[in-house]
């Protein structure tokens, strides 16, 4: 039965929206923490101990010297958003943008966990509700969209991403603007197994 198998698409969601860069903006995130070490030591989502901070903090360091990150992953051309988030084009990542893309893609405790804090927990929940438990990952997750909005690639014409949900949904038409850190992947054959 299709019925059965299928969620009503306006209960589905991709996030709520965040900015992190102008006070003034109604949907600005005050960070909870100082900084992204504070955050990841501290929060009460999920937390990493101090020695794998300083492994990470390592790790990152010895990356920012590989010639791969000194020359392929510069940033790019944005135009106000290189102003909006104090990043010429040009620049290095900068090793607290490593770490953050390091947690997301090494770390799937913490991605599951600060993903569920940029997503809504029940239809009804309000902005704000999202909003003060976003502020205990806005450094994070500020850095994360920092990393791939401004060293990220635009997909070319004819290139697919796939991405896996947990319920089938039916659209009669797509157009994704993500607002939460979500994994996409090019190889089809990953997804089916």
Not at 145 to 160: D, H, I, Q, S, W
């Amino acid at each position: 039965d299709p019925a059965s198998l299928t969620q009503d698409v306006f209960s589905y969601g991709f996030g709520v929206r965040f900015s992190y860069w102008i006070p003034q903006w109604p949907d600005f995130v005050q960070p909870q923490y100082a900084d992204l070490r504070s955050e990841l030591i501290e929060n009460d989502i999920y937390r990493i101990s101090k020695f794998e901070w300083d492994l990470l903090q390592h790790r990152a360091a010895v990356w920012m010297q590989t010639n791969h990150a000194l020359y392929e992953y510069l940033s790019k051309f944005k135009g106000s958003g290189n102003s909006l988030m104090k990043m010429k084009p040009g620049s290095h990542l900068t090793i607290h943008h490593i770490i953050a893309l390091y947690t997301y893609t090494n770390y799937p405790n913490i991605r599951i966990s600060f993903q569920k804090a940029c997503l809504r927990t029940t239809p009804n929940e309000t902005f704000v509700s999202v909003l003060k438990r976003h502020e205990k990952i806005a450094n994070w997750a500020r850095l994360l969209y920092e990393a791939v909005y401004l060293f990220g690639n635009r997909m070319k014409p004819g290139e697919k991403y796939y991405h896996i949900l947990r319920s089938k949904i039916m659209l009669s038409k797509f157009s994704a603007n993500l607002s939460c850190p979500t994994t996409m992947i090019s190889n089809r054959k990953i997804v089916n197994n």
